[in-house]
């Protein structure tokens, strides 16, 4: 069973840094894109940054040149390094991955961080 452990959300206020951590661990032969996705009390769930296994970036508009998505894959492990960090950040950060279990390649989500930005 493969799972996605999320970790490092946290209470934090305007212009603080937070880091998210995410682990992948089970039967994995091999993950693709790897990303995080946030939802916004209220509002729909919504992509943060994504990195490819080749190491393209995307960003959010709105989080461009504030957040940096950073990935190991010997670990399987992906990062979110937030810096400046602003109310509207706050919501719950999801990790997500494209993993090949041995049996097909698969989308997993983790259960999800909190983060909360205090003005």
């Known amino acids: 069973q493969v799972q996605l452990v999320e970790s490092g959300g946290a209470l934090v206020q305007a212009g603080g840094s937070l880091r998210l951590s995410c682990a992948a661990s089970?039967?994995?032969?091999?993950?693709?894109?790897m990303g995080w996705y946030r939802r916004a009390p209220g509002l729909q769930r919504e992509l943060v940054a994504t990195?490819?296994?080749?190491?393209?970036?995307k960003y959010a508009d709105s989080v461009k040149g504030r957040f940096t998505i950073s990935r190991d894959s010997a670990k399987n492990t992906v990062s979110l390094q937030m810096n400046s960090l602003k109310p509207e950040d706050t919501g719950v950060y999801y990790c997500?991955?494209?993993?090949?279990?041995?049996?097909?390649?698969?989308?997993?989500w983790g259960q999800g961080t909190q983060v909360t930005v205090s003005s």
């Open positions: 997500t991955a494209e993993i090949n279990n041995g049996v097909r390649l698969m989308g997993y």
């Open positions: 089970g039967r994995i032969l091999g993950i693709n894109g």
């Open positions: 990195m490819t296994s080749s190491g393209i970036t």
